[in-house]
Nanobody
Framework: QVQLAESGGGLVQAGGSLRLSCAPSGNIFNIRSMNWYRQAPGKQREFVAMFEGGGRTVYADSVKGRFTISRDNANNTAYLQMNSLKPEDTAVYYC?????????WGQGTQVTVSS
């Protein structure tokens, strides 16, 4: 059974940076994309960034120019480098992996940005 372990969340002041990691445990093959979503209190979960198998990246407008998604192909680990953080970035961040057969969610990591 594949599980996704997120790490790197925490409390940071506005303007600061954090780097999230998402590491799958168990065998995972034929990954189509590795993605990040977030959910703020009282809001629906929203898309943040995607790293497709071919290397294409897609970002939500709200994070363009500030966040960078990357992937270490050797161990299928995804990263989300978050710079110039804003209080509105406060949310639980979830890793999401899509394979040709299935998709998986992590349990989330809390990111809190203080003003």
């Amino acid at each position: 059974q594949v599980q996704l372990a997120e790490s790197g969340g925490g409390l940071v002041q506005a303007g600061g940076s954090l780097r999230l990691s998402c590491a799958p445990s168990g065998n995972i093959f034929n990954i189509r994309s590795m993605n990040w979503y977030r959910q703020a209190p009282g809001k629906q979960r929203e898309f943040v960034a995607m790293f497709e198998g071919g290397g294409r990246t897609v970002y939500a407008d709200s994070v363009k120019g500030r966040f960078t998604i990357s992937r270490d192909n050797a161990n299928n680990t995804a990263y989300l480098q978050m710079n110039s953080l804003k209080p509105e970035d406060t949310a639980v961040y979830y890793c999401h992996v899509v394979t040709i057969w299935d998709n998986y969610w992590g349990q989330g990591t809390q990111v809190t940005v203080s003003s």
